[in-house]
Every structure is written in C-alpha cells, then in structure tokens.
C-alpha cells in the first residue's frame, strides 16, 4: 500500500485531488487496502474513484463500470448485499453491452452480482439471470 499511497500523491499534486487521471491509482490502492483487510478505507477510495469519474465519464462507460464492480465486489466481501445489488447490476449491464457475456470481466460480475442476489434470498432472480446469460 505505501507505494500505492505514494504514487496518489504524487498524482495528486500534479493533476489536483478530482482530475479524471487519477481513478486507476485510486482503483489500484482501494483494492490494496481490501487485500489487506482495510475495508473502511478501501470503501473510501472506492468512492472517491467512483464520484470522479461519474462527474467525468457517460454512463455506459467501461471505467465508470470497473468502479461500481469494485465498490459492490467489497460489499459483497463485507456482507453488505443490499448496497452491492444495485452496483453490481449496473456494472453488469454496462459489461455485457460493451463486452459481451462470455467476457472474462462481464462473467467475475455476474458470478458476484448471482451471489448477492442469494445472500439477500432473491433466488429465484438470481436464477432467471443466469438462464438469460450465457457463459456461466
């Protein structure tokens, strides 16, 4: 983490703590600090990726989507499935569209977005999902 943590304020001093160029070291050290088990500021990093590039990017954006695959991937390792749900799913329909479903990308948040789906007893939903998509 501390290299990460280094290069981001590196970053930031040349860009500015909201520029655009700064999402993929911010992806890179929020997915450090989950590694690590530092979920709070993992969950912190994530969020700040995920607002820049929301104030930059459309919304059908592949970035935009590896941001909430990111976030709800967390809340899923934290149990939180009702806040990875709707994460998941927007990230997945940005995925297929611009991936397809056999993607090796589109398929990891398929696999994570079913999961939360059955954690939260949605069964039947998370079923009829995978039946429309192939590749699972």
């Known amino acids: 983490a501390p290299l990460f ?3 981001l304020r590196i970053w930031e001093r040349i860009y500015g703590p909201d520029n655009l160029a700064l999402t993929a070291d ?3 050290l929020g997915n450090c600090y989950e590694w690590l088990k530092r979920e709070k500021e993992a969950e912190t990093i994530f969020l700040r990726a ?3 590039d929301e104030k930059n990017l459309p919304g059908d954006s ?3 989507a590896s941001d909430r695959h990111n976030l709800g991937m967390l809340y899923t390792f934290t149990k939180r499935y009702g806040e990875a749900v ?3 799913q927007k990230a997945l329909e940005v995925r297929i ?3 397809g479903p056999r993607n090796v990308d589109t ?4 696999t994570n ?3 939360a789906l059955r954690h939260l007893g949605r069964n039947e939903e998370a079923y009829e999902i995978e039946k429309r998509i192939p590749g699972q």
């Open 97 to 99: 569209k611009a991936l």
């Open 5 to 7: 943590e280094r290069a």
């Open 107 to 110: 398929q990891s948040t398929l």
């Open 113 to 115: 977005y079913v999961l």
């Open 50 to 52: 995920l607002s820049i």
């Open 26 to 28: 911010l992806s890179n």
């Open 62 to 64: 592949l970035d935009l």
């Open 86 to 88: 709707p994460l998941l």
